[in-house]
């Protein structure tokens, strides 16, 4: 297995899941920072406005118990102080969320259509802009704790009864600031698949000039919402998504790790058992050359050759280690064959050569149990073959020989003809 490439595979991965992920991350941050702007206008209150994020509505509440009368005493343009007549009304200020998110930290900016005085507001501030003689007069306060609280107070004001009460004007406006504390500045997220609106209303109270105590309201057409959408990240599918994916990468981690543990502690069982395998079939071999004193080191250089035959033949690792043992043990029938014919210097007899040809069917009978590398036997047994049919010890031809005994046959005649014998002299390459 490519561990190697494995890793790249998993860090490349891990990359894409994290750039997504911050990707999202961003994405939602910009969605939530985003200030958004609705504008409302008394004369577009009929019209269809679902499509929009929010819906505004500024009426008043309506009931005789809503209005008062308050007179005033001012000066006329003369400079002659007289007695005006004001009726109160409460003005309800209806902010409906038509999103599946929250709304958060909105403002509601309120043009003043004439001269009124305003007296309160529930629950927040009212940042009034008021504009006198010219001189822009901009103060937030909390209408209801003023007087009490010895407010230091910048805009022009009047106080009639124990009641504040600021003038503006005719395209003066004022500023809606949701109180905190009582949870006005958030909107909770709609249900529009139910049709279950969330809302707040927050009211203020206006004086209006009247006339006979005629107290017919007066209609705010014109005010600017200011707000922010909150879309939370944990309830997107996607975040869920990409949360799925780092823990099946993690888990596909933890199991390649395990993977790689076993693995590598069955190379090294496998390296170990490779070793005692090629340490005792070498010792076992080493018997052989040294009872074949002509051939000493044979057996090892031809199963160094076999085994770079099997290599540059394209077989595995494994494959190619499994002939390094069989050439290893090609001529382990040798054992039996008598030292004074495996040594003789002189050309061996018809009868004695008879008898070196023994050591192959020899070599079967000793690796007729051996089953754990597969190719063992025939290796020994018919590495004397040749392909013209004229080799031993059955006269096999062609590819009737098995695979393996053609590699070792090779590997075997090559060493031969590149070593000394007491039959022949050491051939060039």
């Known amino acids: 297995m490519d561990w190697r490439k494995q890793i790249r595979i998993f860090g490349c991965s891990l990359g894409i899941i994290v750039v997504l992920m911050l990707a999202l991350c961003i994405s939602v941050n910009q969605f939530n920072n985003q200030e958004r702007v609705l504008y409302y206008s008394a004369a577009d209150a009929e019209e269809d406005n679902s499509a929009k994020d929010c819906a505004v509505t500024i009426k008043p509440r309506g009931g005789n118990t809503d209005s008062w009368i308050k007179r005033i005493q001012e000066e006329n343009e003369s400079?002659?102080?007289?007695?005006?007549?004001?009726?109160?009304?409460?003005?309800?200020?209806?902010?409906?969320?038509?999103?599946?998110?929250?709304?958060?930290?909105?403002?509601?900016?309120?043009?003043v259509p004439q001269d009124s005085y305003i007296n309160n507001a529930w629950c927040g501030q009212l940042e009034i802009h008021q504009n006198v003689t010219g001189e822009p007069r901009v103060q937030a306060l909390d209408l209801r704790k003023c007087i009490e609280?010895?407010?230091?107070?910048?805009?022009?004001?009047?106080?009639?009864?124990?009641?504040?009460?600021?003038?503006?004007?005719?395209?003066?406006?004022?500023?809606?600031?949701?109180?905190?504390?009582?949870?006005?500045?958030?909107?909770?997220?709609s249900d529009i698949a139910s049709g279950e609106y969330k809302s707040k209303r927050v009211d203020f109270i206006a004086y209006h000039e009247t006339v006979n105590e005629d107290k017919t309201p007066v209609e705010y057409p014109d005010a600017v919402l200011r707000y922010y959408l909150n879309k939370e990240l944990t309830a997107l599918p996607t975040f869920w998504g990409l949360v799925a994916a780092f823990g099946i990468w993690g888990v596909c981690l933890i199991n390649a790790y395990i993977v790689y543990v076993r693995t590598k502690r069955l190379l090294a069982e496998t390296e170990r058992d490779a070793q005692i395998i090629e340490q005792s079939i070498s010792a076992f071999m080493g018997f052989i050359d040294a009872k074949d004193t002509t051939t000493n080191g044979h057996s090892k250089r031809v199963a160094k050759y076999a085994k770079e035959l099997a290599r540059r033949m394209g077989f595995t690792e494994s494959e190619c280690n499994r002939v390094y043992y069989i050439g290893l043990m090609h001529d382990c029938g040798k054992i039996g064959i008598p030292d004074a014919i495996l040594n003789k210097p002189d050309k061996l007899t018809e009868e004695e050569f008879e008898i070196i040809k023994t050591h192959t069917t020899q070599g079967n009978k000793i690796l007729e149990e051996f089953t754990s590398i597969e190719g063992i036997k025939e290796g020994a047994l018919y590495h004397h073959?040749?392909?013209?049919?004229?080799?031993?010890?059955?006269?096999?031809?062609?590819?009737?020989?098995?695979?393996?005994?053609?590699?070792?046959?090779?590997?075997?005649?090559?060493?031969?003809?590149?070593?000394?014998?007491?039959?022949?002299?050491?051939?060039?390459?």
């Open 79 to 111: 400079g002659v102080v007289e007695e005006r007549q004001y009726a109160g009304i409460i003005y309800d200020m209806m902010i409906v969320n038509q999103t599946e998110y929250v709304v958060r930290d909105w403002t509601l900016e309120v043009l």
């Open 149 to 189: 609280q010895e407010v230091d107070i910048v805009l022009e004001h009047e106080v009639s009864v124990g009641d504040l009460m600021i003038p503006v004007y005719g395209g003066d406006y004022f500023v809606y600031l949701p109180s905190v504390g009582d949870h006005e500045d958030v909107i909770e997220a």
């Open 385 to 429: 073959e040749r392909y013209d049919g004229a080799g031993y010890p059955e006269g096999l031809k062609g590819d009737a020989i098995p695979l393996i005994a053609r590699i070792i046959c090779v590997a075997d005649s090559f060493d031969v003809m590149n070593s000394e014998r007491c039959y022949q002299q050491k051939m060039t390459k």
